[in-house]
T-cell receptor, first 116, second 116 residues
Framework: AQKVTQAQTEISVVEKEDVTLDCVYE???????LFWYKQPPSGELVFLIR??????QNEISGRYSWNFQKSTSSFNFTITASQVVDSAVYFC?????????????FGTGTRLQVFP | GAVVSQHPSRVICKSGTSVKIECRSL??????MFWYRQFPKQSLMLMAT?????????EQGVEKDKFLINHASLTLSTLTVTSAHPEDSSFYIC????????????FGPGTRLTVL
């Protein structure tokens, strides 16, 4: 069965520290999508990235970077030089069906607190 | 990205009353809309998927008579919590997607329901 595990429940860092949020997934599909979302205190989910299972290239977007490794079924998210505004709950998600984003399986989330 | 709105953002009601939550796609036609439920400090759980003009598809364990979903137009879906009870108190989030099944979902800001 499809499953997403975010083992880190809460992480606290001081501003400017780098932080990595772990995500491990399980799926029997060979084609799938992986996502990361940010949920600030306001509650709205903010889309960060979608990665196709065929694309194992790492991605960098400003201070954010993602490391996708199919061999370990992991899709980890790193924030470089963290800022207070990065404080939020971060969810990793997996699409249940290939080429279809209908049913997203979410992990339990990692609460990141960045202190000044 | 595309914008999805929800109304109201917060509602408090007495036990036994019904509450309607609206989800609107503001700048695209949402052929498919999704309703999620999120308990405090927990993950998002998909409740149902609705396609415009069709009956909603409910996930296992979700009472369709309790959570009525209507998707009457390409820009509006409503979730009605009927005869609400305190255990229905939760954060309800909708998302919307256009016709392509592989496109991403855009999430609304959520509605916090408190049933007294």
């Amino acid at each position: 069965a499809q499953k997403v595990t975010q083992a880190q429940t809460e992480i606290s860092v001081v501003e400017k520290e780098d932080v990595t949020l772990d995500c491990v997934y399980e799926t029997r599909d060979t084609t799938y999508y992986l996502f990361w979302y940010k949920q600030p205190p306001s509650g709205e989910l903010v889309f960060l990235i979608r990665r196709n299972s065929f694309d194992e290239q790492n991605e960098i977007s400003g201070r954010y970077s993602w490391n996708f490794q199919k061999s370990t079924s992991s899709f980890n998210f790193t924030i470089t030089a963290s800022q207070v505004v990065d404080s939020a709950v971060y969810f990793c998600a997996l699409s249940e069906r290939p080429y279809n984003t209908d049913k997203l399986i979410f992990g339990t989330g990692t609460r990141l607190q960045v202190f000044p | 990205g595309a914008v999805v709105s929800q109304h109201p953002s917060r509602v408090i009601c007495k036990s036994g009353t019904s509450v309607k939550i609206e989800c609107r796609s503001l700048d695209f036609q949402a052929t498919t809309m999704f309703w999620y439920r999120q308990f405090p400090k927990q993950s998002l759980m998909l409740m149902a998927t609705s396609n415009e003009g069709s009956k909603a598809t409910y996930e296992q364990g979700v009472e369709k008579d309790k959570f009525l979903i209507n998707h009457a137009s390409l820009t509006l879906s409503t979730l009605t919590v009927t005869s609400a009870h305190p255990e229905d108190s939760s954060f309800y989030i909708c998302s919307a997607r256009d016709g392509q099944p592989y496109n991403e979902q855009f999430f609304g800001p959520g509605t916090r329901l408190t049933v007294l």
